[in-house]
């Protein structure tokens, strides 16, 4: 019976393996090569620390995010209070660097003498004037006046440094803090533009 069941296979029959026999890589027959996933299937612990992992970095994304957003706006409410204590003279409130004694002691000394910072500033406001005026007499005069604001100023300002750097030894021996060219950048400057605002008068007495 056997050998009449092998010879009733037609010719046209393939002669090819079965689905149950391997093929020469010893992969079964029916996955050509590029079909399927290509790799193995993931186990479930494996799959779910991955997820883990990506929910932690997205919520260290937002942290951080969240974090910078808080610390602009804190220093943009420190910046305003700044700005405000600069405008009141508040001391207490100032930036630190301002609140150094050293420089609160120039500030006030500066703001209670005259000064001839200002004098220059409107003698430079006439030589600018003076210059666009058609007339050489007047350009000289203004020249003149320009000049020797330049020279008030020079001569003030070593005074002043010499001052302010002898109060500032008196009182603290030990200070490292340079007040001189800090002092000389106030005293050019009109009491009204000064920043932070001026505590005293030019008498001396508390504003």
Known sequence: MALLKRRARTPDAPAGPTSDEPTEAGAPVGRENGSGKGRPTPKRSDARAARTRGGSALATSGSRKDARASS???????????????????????????????????????????????FFLAAAALYFV????????????????????ILAVA????????????KVAEKYPDSSVKVRAYSIQRALLPARWRMPRPRVTRAGNSR
Do not use: C, H
Not at 75 to 96: C, F, I
Not at 138 to 148: D, E, N
Not at 155 to 166: A, E, H, N, T
């Open 155 to 166: 001569v003030d300002s070593i005074v002043l440094s010499r001052q302010v750097s002898r």
């Open 72 to 118: 602009r706006g804190e220093r943009r409410r420190q910046s305003q209070e700044y700005r405000t204590a600069m405008m009141s003279g508040d001391v207490s409130k100032l930036p630190p660097r301002e609140r150094a004694p050293e420089r609160v002691l120039a500030r006030d000394f500066v703001d209670a003498r005259r000064n001839v910072g200002p």
């Open 130 to 149: 003076g210059g666009l005026v058609p007339n050489e007499y007047i350009r000289l005069i203004a020249t003149y006046l320009m000049l020797l604001g």
